[in-house]
C-alpha cells in the first residue's frame, strides 16, 4: 500500500505507534479500509517481539535484562513493544487497559519487595521460574476477548489484589477498596450505585484473597478463595444483579449460599456489571477517548451504537473496536491530527520515526516521567489525566527536550538520511516532514524553518551543515505542536 | 480527565494568548507586584487523610475502643490544649515542629471540615474540594477562578503547580498556570551548542509563536510552549535560591524549596500548589511504628513544613505567606481487618503563616457511636460529620488573604463568623 489513502493513513496512526514504510508494506495495493480494519483487530497472536530483544538493529536494552523481576527493565520490554511490535494495536489497548485498570508498582513491591512487585505486574509466564503472570501479561493476552472475562481476569489478579487490598478483605472486616473501584472507575461509574452499594460489593468479595505456592522471589503468586473467610450472608443492592433476560425474575439481591459456592457471589456482581447497559455506554466513551477524541465529548449517537455492539456480542471487545473504527465519526478525515498523544505514544513514535539504533529504551524512561507518563506508576487508580492535562509547562518542556536528546543520539544517521535533500534548505524540510509524518507543512513553519536552516550562514548543503541542521530541524519538529497530534 | 471538562476552544486559545501577551512588560508587572504581594500555598494530602491520626481525640475511650491496633497511645501524643467543647486535642507524635510553630499562635487546626453527603470516592471528592461545588464539580477550580478574576495581563507564573500536572482546583478558564515539577530541569536543550544552540532556540520560538485559530489543538500546545519560553529566565533564577535552612530531599520538602525560592526572589506568584501523597491508608496504616506508612508520612510533612516556615521567617516573608492544607475526606473512624481505615467524611484543616491565628477551630466529635455522638457522627456513627463547610475556609482565605471576593468566586456566600484564622 502507498501512502495515497490519508483515511487508511489516519486509521494506521490511530492504531499504531506511528506509521513506518514496513506498516504500509503489510497491505497490498488495494486493501480496503474495511480489510485493514479486519486484518487489525485479528493481529498475529503468534508473533513474539519479545525475540527481537538484544538482537543487533532494534532499539537498546540495559545490560543484563531481567524484565521479569525488574521494573525498569519491565518499563524497557514495554516500551521495546510499542516500538517494533508488528501487531501495535496490542499495544496500544495493552496501554488502555493499564490507564482502565490503573495499578501502581510501589505499593505492591513496598509489600512484597521489587522482585516479586516486578513479577506481579510484569512478568511473561514462559520465562517465570514458577509461570507468574505478571498483570500487563494478562491484560495484553485479554485485550480483544470478553469485557466481562477481563474484568474477572482483574478481579483475580495478584497485582490487583494487593493494590487494592483484597487481599485482606475478609468476612469480619469487608475491605472496600476494590469493591469502590470496581464500579465507579472499572465499570458503570460515577452515579450509578449507593454507598450501600459499596458495602455490600465488598462482602460480595470476601474471600478473594492471594496465596503463594512456594519461596519469595520464585514463587507462583495466585488468587485464592477462602471460603471460611467469605461472608455467606445475602447481599443487597440498589441495581438488579438478575436480569429478566437471563435470569427469568429480576432481583437486586445475590442470596444467600453456603461458603464452598461463595465465590459465586463475585462473579453473579461481575456479571450484572459487565452487563450493565451503563457500563457499556462507559466504555464507548472510553474507547471514543483513546480512539477518537479526548477534547470533544463522545456524540449520543456514537455512544449508543457502540454500546449496543458491545452488549449484542456478548461484551467482546474485539467487536466493539471494529465497530469503533468502522464508525463514521472515526472514520472522519476532519478528525486527523487532532488527538493528543499521550507520553508512551510520543516517545515510541518519536523513536520509530528519528530513529533507535545505537538508543536504549532506558534512556527514555526518566523523560516519560518527566512528560508525565511512568509505566506501571499512573498517579492513581483512576489512571493519568488525558488531552490537554499532558501539556503543562513541565510536560511540553520534556517533551521538547526528549526531542533534543534523540535528535542528538541520532546525528549521523539524520546527516546521513538527509544527504539526498541536501540540495536546499526547503528540501531539507521536506525531508524532515516525510521522516516524521508530519501533516503538510504550512506556510508560517516553512519559512520558520528555512530560517533556521540559513541561520549562521548560507545554504551549501554540505555534511557538516547537514550534521547541524538536520538533527537541529528535527529537534525543533520533534518538539513542535504539531507532532504531539495523531 | 479533567482538562476535558472545559470549553477548550473558547478556554484553551484565551488562555494562551492572555498568557503570552508581552513577556517584558508581563516581567516588569511581576517584580512590581511580586515584591509586595502575598501568595498562598495550597498544601493537599492526596489519598484521604486519617484526621483522627493527625489531631487525635486522646481521652475519648471510643478512639481507643474502635481503633484496637493503631491508635496512638495517650502518653505519646503531643498535647495542644483543648478546644471550645473542651475536648483534649494532641498532634501526632512526629509533629514536633507543627506542635511549635501551633504554640507560637502560627498554626490554626480547623476540625471537622467537610460538607453535606461527604463523597466516600477520591476522585469525585477531590473534585468536589477542587471546585468547591458538590452539586457540579467540573469546570474550573476555586484557585482557577479566583486567578481567572485578577486584572488582566495576567503573568504566566501566577499559578504556579510544583507536580508534572495542573491539580484541578488551579484550573482556570482564561488563566494559564505553570506546572513546574523541577526548577533545575526547566532549561531547553538542543542538539548544538553555542551560536547553533541559540539559533535552534529562536526555531523553537518561531514555530510556537504560530497559533492558528482554526487549529485550536496546535495552538493550544504552542501556548504552552509560549509559557515554557517566557518563564526561563526568571525560573532560573529561582533554581539560585540557597535556602537558610537545608530541605529534605523528599518532594514536598522539595517543591517547599521552590516556593520558598520563588518567594524570595519575588516571582509575583499569587497561588503555589503542593502536595505529597500516600495517604489512602486502607491496610498497614502503621501510625505508631517508627517507620510505619502514616507515622512516616506526618514525618515527612513535619520536616517540611517546619522547615518551610522557619526559611521564611529567617528570610522575613512569613507574614507574607500563608499555606492552607486540605485532604478530600478523613476516613473511618473505626479500624479494618488490615490495620488500616477505609474512606470516610469530615477532614481536618490547618492554616500556617506570620499572618494566621492559630489555634483549634470548631469542636472534635465524639466518637460514641450510639446516638451519632451526639449528632457529631454520621453513617451509623461510623463516620465523624462535619461541622465546617470547607468553603467557609476557602472564603476566608480568599477575602482576608487574597483580598479578593469570596462570594462571587464560591458562588454563594460561606463567610462564617466564628472563623477568624487569617
Not at chain 1, 126 to 148: N, V
Not at chain 2, 333 to 359: K, L, P, R, Y
Request: proline letters at 5%.
Amino acid at each position: 500500500m502507498d501512502k495515497s489513502s490519508p483515511l487508511i493513513e489516519h486509521l494506521l496512526r490511530r492504531t499504531g505507534f506511528g506509521v513506518s514504510e514496513a506498516d504500509r508494506a503489510r497491505f497490498p495495493a488495494g486493501t480496503s479500509y474495511r480489510q485493514i480494519v479486519d486484518w487489525l483487530v485479528a493481529y498475529p497472536e503468534s508473533s513474539d517481539v519479545d525475540a527481537k530483544i538484544g538482537t543487533p538493529g532494534y532499539l537498546l536494552t540495559s545490560s543484563g535484562f531481567a524484565p521479569n523481576t525488574n521494573i525498569t527493565h519491565a518499563r524497557q520490554r514495554w516500551l521495546f513493544r510499542m516500538v517494533h511490535s508488528p501487531a501495535p494495536l496490542q499495544e496500544r489497548m495493552a496501554l488502555l487497559w493499564h490507564h482502565h485498570f490503573a495499578t501502581g508498582y510501589n505499593k505492591i513491591a513496598g509489600m512484597y519487595g521489587a522482585v516479586d512487585g516486578a513479577r506481579m505486574m510484569a512478568a511473561r509466564a514462559s520465562t517465570d521460574p514458577s509461570g507468574q503472570t505478571g498483570q500487563i501479561e494478562m491484560l495484553r493476552r485479554g485485550a480483544f476477548g470478553s469485557f466481562r472475562d477481563l474484568l474477572v481476569n482483574v478481579a483475580q489478579d495478584p497485582a490487583m489484589l494487593v493494590w487494592l487490598d483484597g487481599i485482606s478483605n475478609v468476612k469480619a472486616k469487608p475491605q472496600e477498596n476494590f469493591a469502590r473501584e470496581l464500579m465507579e472507575l472499572f465499570t458503570f461509574g460515577v452515579g450509578q450505585f449507593a454507598e450501600s452499594d459499596v458495602y455490600a460489593a465488598a462482602r460480595v468479595f470476601t474471600g478473594w484473597n492471594l496465596a503463594r505456592s512456594g519461596a519469595s522471589g520464585t514463587g507462583l503468586y495466585r488468587f485464592q478463595y477462602n471460603p471460611t473467610l467469605h461472608d455467606t450472608d445475602a447481599k443487597d443492592f440498589t441495581f438488579n444483579i438478575y436480569t429478566p433476560v437471563r435470569h427469568g425474575k429480576p432481583s437486586a439481591r445475590i442470596p444467600a449460599r453456603n461458603a464452598a459456592s461463595g465465590m459465586q457471589d463475585g462473579l453473579d456482581l461481575i456479571q450484572a456489571l459487565a452487563y450493565h447497559p451503563e457500563t457499556a455506554r462507559r466504555l464507548a466513551r472510553r474507547l471514543w477517548t483513546w480512539f477518537v477524541s479526548e477534547t470533544e465529548p463522545a456524540s449520543d449517537g456514537f455512544v449508543e451504537s457502540i454500546a449496543r455492539v458491545y452488549l449484542d456480542n456478548q461484551t467482546n471487545i474485539r467487536a466493539v473496536l471494529r465497530a469503533v473504527f468502522m464508525s463514521r465519526e472515526f472514520a472522519d478525515e476532519s478528525r486527523a491530527y487532532q488527538r493528543y498523544a499521550w507520553p508512551a505514544e510520543f516517545v515510541a513514535r518519536a523513536l520509530r520515526e528519528v530513529g533507535y539504533q545505537g538508543f536504549s529504551a532506558n534512556d527514555a524512561l526518566t523523560p516519560l516521567t518527566n512528560m508525565g507518563q511512568q509505566l506501571f506508576e499512573p498517579p492513581d487508580v483512576a489512571g493519568w489525566d488525558l488531552g490537554l492535562a499532558w501539556f503543562t509547562t513541565g510536560g511540553m518542556l520534556a517533551r521538547l527536550n526528549f526531542a533534543s536528546q534523540l535528535a542528538t543520539n541520532q546525528r549521523v544517521a539524520l546527516r546521513d538520511a538527509a544527504r539526498p535533500f541536501a540540495g536546499s534548505a526547503n528540501a531539507l524540510v521536506d525531508f524532515c516532514y516525510d521522516r516524521l509524518s508530519l501533516p503538510p507543512v504550512t506556510i508560517d513553519n516553512q519559512m520558520s524553518l528555512v530560517d533556521y536552516a540559513l541561520s549562521g550562514g548560507p545554504w551549501t548543503g554540505s555534511d557538516a551543515q547537514l550534521l547541524i541542521k538536520a538533527p537541529g530541524m528535527v529537534h525543533m519538529l520533534a518538539g513542535s505542536a504539531e507532532y504531539q497530534l495523531v | 480527565m479533567r482538562f476535558t471538562r472545559r470549553d477548550f476552544i473558547a478556554g484553551g486559545v484565551k488562555a494562551f494568548t492572555i498568557g503570552f501577551a508581552a513577556p517584558a512588560f508581563l516581567s516588569d508587572l511581576a517584580v512590581a507586584t511580586g515584591a509586595t504581594s502575598r501568595s498562598l500555598v495550597v498544601l493537599y494530602l492526596s489519598g484521604g487523610n486519617d484526621a483522627l491520626s493527625t489531631v487525635i481525640p486522646y481521652t475519648d475511650s471510643f478512639y481507643y475502643s474502635r481503633r484496637p491496633t493503631i491508635a496512638v497511645p495517650a502518653g505519646s501524643v503531643l498535647q495542644i490544649g483543648a478546644d471550645s467543647s473542651g475536648k483534649a486535642l494532641g498532634l501526632h507524635p512526629r509533629l514536633t515542629g507543627l506542635q511549635s510553630i501551633f504554640n507560637d499562635g502560627r498554626l490554626a487546626i480547623i476540625q471537622r471540615t467537610g460538607y453535606q453527603n461527604s463523597s466516600r470516592s477520591h476522585f469525585q471528592g477531590t473534585d468536589i474540594w477542587s471546585t468547591g461545588n458538590p452539586a457540579n464539580s467540573t469546570g474550573a477550580g476555586w484557585l482557577g477562578r479566583y486567578l481567572d478574576a485578577l486584572q488582566p495581563p495576567v503573568d504566566p507564573l501566577v499559578g504556579w503547580s510544583t507536580l508534572r500536572d495542573l491539580p484541578h482546583a488551579m484550573l482556570a478558564d482564561h488563566t494559564a498556570v505553570a506546572a513546574i515539577p523541577s526548577v533545575s530541569g526547566y532549561t531547553i536543550q538542543s542538539p548544538n551548542s553555542g551560536t547553533e544552540g541559540t539559533y535552534s532556540r529562536a526555531g523553537v520560538a518561531a514555530l510556537a509563536s504560530h497559533v492558528p485559530p482554526d487549529r485550536p489543538h496546535v495552538s493550544f500546545v504552542n501556548g504552552a510552549l509560549q509559557n515554557v519560553l517566557v518563564t526561563l529566565d526568571r525560573v532560573a533564577t529561582v533554581g539560585t535560591y540557597v535556602p537558610t535552612i537545608a530541605y529534605a530531599g523528599d518532594g514536598l520538602s522539595q517543591g517547599l524549596r521552590a516556593v520558598a525560592g520563588a518567594i524570595v526572589r519575588g516571582i509575583g506568584t499569587k497561588v503555589f500548589w503542593v502536595q505529597i501523597g500516600g495517604f489512602d491508608t486502607h491496610a498497614g496504616q502503621g501510625t505508631n511504628p517508627a517507620n510505619g506508612a502514616y507515622s512516616s508520612l506526618m514525618g515527612t510533612l513535619n520536616s517540611a513544613l517546619t522547615t518551610f516556615y522557619n526559611d521564611l521567617r529567617n528570610q522575613g516573608l512569613l507574614d507574607s505567606t500563608l499555606v492552607l492544607q486540605f485532604s478530600e475526606f478523613g476516613r473511618r473512624i473505626g479500624e479494618n481487618g488490615s490495620q488500616g481505615t477505609d474512606h470516610g467524611a469530615a477532614a481536618v484543616m490547618m492554616a500556617m503563616g506570620g499572618g494566621v491565628n492559630g489555634g483549634l477551630y470548631g469542636t472534635a466529635a465524639s466518637l460514641n457511636p450510639a446516638g451519632n455522638g451526639g449528632g457529631t457522627l454520621e453513617n451509623s456513627g461510623n463516620d465523624v460529620a462535619y461541622q465546617t463547610d470547607f468553603r467557609s475556609v476557602y472564603a476566608q482565605v480568599i477575602d482576608n488573604w487574597l483580598g479578593a471576593n469570596s462570594v462571587s468566586i464560591l458562588g454563594g456566600s460561606y463567610r462564617s463568623p466564628v472563623l477568624n484564622f487569617v
